[in-house]
């Protein structure tokens, strides 16, 4: 998940639109297309077939692109591996969920109430809370230099993540990516 346009792309709120052009370019995707509320590209990974999207709403209206998606494509919500920035988690750090509630992000909760239910897959980026502020201002700012480099490197382990989430599955990708880093 992310948010569309110039202005929001290097922000903390983008940290899913990163990991999902990152993995475009590791798994050699075809060429973009675009539904009504996303960008999407056909992907194969160890001949496993998958789309790799980006919502074209806001963060907090995220849930119109699953449900799309999901009506079109026939998926179930285990189908579905959400990709998100956690102000829970300290910044750079990963943790992978197989469900469960939204733990107050909007564009999580927008996808739960989109396509009913909270039982799919989310990869987890850890920006921190801010020391002061409002939150929804500091997860639209563009991180200091020191933070870039942590959540560079949380890009790059979200990649090995997917990888392994779509090789050998959920239960080896959290054993694998939820231990400290």
């Given at each position: 998940?992310?948010?569309?346009?110039?202005?929001?792309?290097?922000?903390?709120?983008n940290?899913?639109?990163?990991?999902?052009?990152?993995?475009?370019?590791?798994?050699?995707?075809?060429?973009?297309?675009?539904?009504?509320?996303?960008?999407?590209?056909?992907?194969?990974?160890?001949?496993?077939?998958?789309?790799?999207?980006?919502?074209?709403?806001?963060?907090?209206?995220?849930?119109?692109?699953?449900?799309?998606?999901?009506?079109?494509?026939?998926?179930?919500?285990?189908?579905?591996?959400?990709?998100?920035?956690?102000l829970?988690l300290?910044?750079g750090?990963?943790?992978?969920?197989?469900?469960?509630?939204?733990?107050?992000?909007?564009?999580?909760?927008?996808?739960?109430?989109?396509?009913?239910?909270?039982?799919?897959?989310?990869?987890?980026?850890?920006?921190?809370?801010?020391?002061?502020?409002?939150?929804?201002?500091?997860?639209?700012?563009?991180p200091?230099?020191?933070?870039?480099?942590?959540?560079?490197?949380?890009?790059?382990?979200?990649?090995?993540?997917?990888?392994?989430?779509?090789?050998?599955?959920?239960?080896?990708?959290?054993?694998?990516?939820?231990?400290?880093?």
């Amino acid at each position: 998940m992310g948010n569309p346009g110039k202005r929001y792309r290097n922000t903390r709120h983008n940290l899913g639109y990163r990991v999902v052009e990152s993995f475009f370019r590791f798994t050699g995707a075809k060429k973009p297309f675009h539904l009504r509320h996303s960008c999407c590209a056909a992907a194969v990974y160890r001949s496993q077939q998958f789309l790799l999207v980006q919502p074209l709403t806001f963060m907090n209206l995220s849930g119109r692109a699953a449900a799309e998606l999901m009506r079109r494509y026939r998926l179930a919500p285990g189908q579905l591996i959400v990709i998100h920035d956690d102000l829970d988690l300290p910044p750079g750090r990963i943790r992978i969920r197989d469900s469960g509630s939204s733990g107050g992000h909007h564009g999580v909760q927008s996808i739960i109430d989109s396509v009913g239910t909270a039982g799919f897959l989310r990869l987890r980026i850890g920006i921190g809370k801010p020391v002061s502020g409002d939150a929804a201002a500091y997860v639209l700012e563009v991180p200091p230099p020191g933070e870039r480099e942590l959540l560079d490197n949380a890009v790059e382990r979200a990649v090995e993540a997917l990888a392994v989430l779509l090789e050998q599955g959920p239960e080896e990708a959290m054993n694998r990516f939820n231990r400290s880093s």
